[in-house]
């Protein structure tokens, strides 16, 4: 079993910045390939972000590419998503996301994860 604590989100203007963390609570977390998906108000959960074990691949949405980096600590056992040049339609419930994968790869969507935090909640303003 595991568990995943997100922290960071909170309500800013467009152009900003903030940092999401994800706390994971896994035996071995540098097996899984750590992700960050966001849900706005509507049917659709687009995944944002992907990183395998190492940190030394990622994916990125086109929609964030440029102004989003995921990365990682292994020591920490904690993921980041630092977020730039918001927009405000990247308001969004941000939720983190864990996949047992000692590939080293990452893929493109859809992807399949094992374990969900519970989510923050990002507002950008205009």
């Known amino acids: 079993q595991a568990q995943l604590e997100e922290s960071g989100g909170g309500l800013v203007q467009a152009g900003a910045s903030l940092r999401l963390s994800c706390a994971a609570s896994i035996r071995t977390f540098s097996n899984y390939a750590m992700g960050w998906s966001r849900h706005a108000p509507g049917p659709e959960r687009e995944l944002v972000a992907v990183?395998?074990?190492?940190?030394?691949?990622?994916y990125y949405a086109d929609s964030v590419k440029g102004r989003f980096t995921i990365s990682r600590d292994n020591a920490k056992n904690t993921v980041y998503l630092q977020m730039n040049s918001l927009k405000p339609e990247d308001t969004a419930v941000y939720y983190c996301a864990a996949r047992s994968d000692d590939s080293d790869y990452v893929t493109s969507p859809p992807v399949e994860f094992n374990y969900w935090g519970q989510g923050t909640q990002v507002t950008v303003s205009s």
């Open positions: 990183i395998s074990w190492s940190g030394g691949n990622t």
